[in-house]
DNA sequence: ATCGCTGCAAAATCTTTGCAAGTTA
DNA sequence: TAACTTGCAAAGATTTTGCAGCGAT
């Protein structure tokens, strides 16, 4: 079931809200947090789909991501796209360097430094924070595995 | 001219110092704080070996970055590498959205950050922050526009 | 003489684009 | 109907790999 919010949103704007626009959606918002590669995406929505084109993915991808209803960055060579989330507004993301999990990071920090530069008459409009760790669970393992 | 602490530093290791891999590194270091891609790497190294060929570029830069000699990161949606330096290392890069340009900040902010982590059981190796902004000029330059 | 390194070409990825046909408002 | 959108296939762009021959130690 596909938020109404967002498909309004589409509807309002100038593009149109096809059958393939709205299983993207609803790939999006079901997988709410996670970070889907256009391949996830397209394996995702041709459940619901099934002859949906890879072409169509990455347009209708971008096409939200211009909308600011998903947010685009670089993962692992690839580009992977998340659902913006309102309420969780500046999260970073740490990858962990063993088992590839990513977890989000809600700290806001970056206002500081940010100020900092618009000082320097810069006007910052957005950032990017990766953390490269070992996550919890990877570091525990490699203790188990040192005993 | 190439630095003597960089080619020892690579003949002292498991790897052959050949002239190809000499040359890139005089590019690298002659480029000190810029951000080249392969395909600059490549021209660039060819004024001095001009039968120089990609594969190799992008084998010594994958090389000189496995010994931290140089550091690669993603900016443009290709590879781009610089030499490290180890004076200035927490630095971070602020694009300029208007005209590319790329400026570093200096600010350690992300200690505190990275403590914070460290409480929860990562174990953080490495950061990478993009800001994304319109650095002094062009923010001048938009409003001489609208005058 | 080894064993590593190189250049070339081909392959592998990921992403974008052209176009005829289909679909939406 | 008019304009937008789609799927396919082809093209683009970046990066990696296989291999025969060359080169460093």
Redesign the interface.
Known sequence: MLDDNLAQKIKDSKYRLTSQREAILEVMVANRGKHLSAEEVLQKARDEHPLIGMATVYRTLDILASMDILHKS?FD?KFRYELCDNDRHQHHH?IC?SCGAI?E?Q?D??H???E??EK?????????????????EC??RQKNLAR
């Open positions: 670089m060579d740490i360097l977890a990071v700290e920090l970056l500081i430094l940010e900092h530069l320097k008459g810069f006007r910052v409009l957005d950032h990017d924070l990766k953390l490269y760790a070992y996550c919890p570091c525990q």
